[in-house]
């Protein structure tokens, strides 16, 4: 007789706000394919005030992780009985794993850019990094670049907010071997000529401003350079078109998007997905 077993699997993102992210449409298109029909990903609004219920229901419902999104990602680490040493460092947790009532924090995003830059045949140790931006996809970034044995990082923002860059600056310098700098950024900016990668860590060339390009000097950029931008959506940024125009070597934000939700679901499942299907559904979902 076939087993009766119709149990759900519940896994999701919290944030807010979180109707446009299209966590979901990649998970369930990967859980699909995987085969795991009762697997479910759930795109769920929580206000900031709310996060202690929402934790205690994902405990409530045994929901075998959650996403955390903005405003939660700092927040959410409090109600955590264990969390990574480089989401320590980073000082955010996006996603978390229930084991039984216990809950582990990971932060995937640093991990998802090092997996998208390792898949185009990047190795990072010993290289010189300019990474521009320094709010939260950056601090994860820098901090995993460190630990990955990057040579030299240089983090460029805008000076209104000189405080986040001294900031993470401080992390990197205390916690890891980086050679690391902070550089204001003035007007349009000149890629040094031993620079080896370029991260655009702003939200610039995001949905639905797609036309726009980081301030960079375009043409300081050399063919001996990797461009690598965090934007996912588009899936593939004016940045990212004009890198490919030029014929300079480069990934989409997308990559790192996809990578780090592969990640997310094999630390639930313990099962690896796959990551083109999981790419044509979010380029689907984004058409
Ligand atoms: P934050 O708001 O924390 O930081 C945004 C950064 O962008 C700040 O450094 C900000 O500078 C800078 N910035 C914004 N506008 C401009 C501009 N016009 N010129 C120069 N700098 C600018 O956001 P996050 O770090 O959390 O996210 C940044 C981007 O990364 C988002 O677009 C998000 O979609 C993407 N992301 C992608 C992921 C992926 O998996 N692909 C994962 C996580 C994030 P300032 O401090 O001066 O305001």
């Known amino acids: 007789m076939k087993e009766q077993n119709y149990l759900d699997h519940l896994v999701g993102v919290f944030g807010q706000p979180v109707a446009e992210n299209p966590g979901v449409v990649i998970q369930d298109a990967a859980f699909q394919a995987m085969g795991l029909e009762r697997w479910h990903f759930l795109t769920l609004d929580v206000d900031k005030d709310q996060l202690e219920n929402a934790i205690n229901g994902l405990k409530a419902f045994k929901m075998r992780g959650i996403n955390c999104t903005i405003p939660h990602k700092i927040e959410v680490m409090k109600y955590l009985d264990e969390i990574s040493e480089s989401a320590k460092l980073i000082g955010a947790v996006n996603m978390i794993v229930n084991d039984n009532g216990r809950l582990f924090g990971e932060n995937t995003d640093g991990k998802g850019f090092m997996m998208s830059l390792a898949s185009n045949g990047v190795d990072v140790k010993g290289k010189r990094v300019m990474v521009f931006g320094a709010g939260g996809a950056s601090r994860a970034i820098c901090v995993e670049l460190a630990l ?77 350079m990797f461009v690598q931008d965090v934007i996912p959506n588009p899936t593939e940024t004016a940045l990212i078109r004009e890198m490919r125009r030029r014929g300079i070597p480069c990934a989409s934000g997308a990559g790192m998007l996809i990578n780090q939700a592969a990640l997310n679901i094999e630390m639930w499942t313990g099962m690896k997905p796959d990551k083109d299907v999981m790419y044509r559904a979010l380029e689907e979902a984004l058409a």
């Open 148 to 224: 990955a044995g990057a040579g030299h990082l240089t983090i460029v923002n805008r000076p209104e907010d000189r405080a986040l860059g001294d900031s993470l600056l401080e992390i990197l310098r205390k916690n890891t071997k980086v050679e690391a700098d902070y550089c204001d950024w003035v007007g349009k900016f000149p890629i040094p000529a031993d620079t080896d990668i370029v991260v655009n860590a702003t939200s610039v060339g995001l949905y639905p401003n797609v036309d726009a390009i980081p301030n960079f000097d375009l043409d300081t950029i050399t063919k001996d």
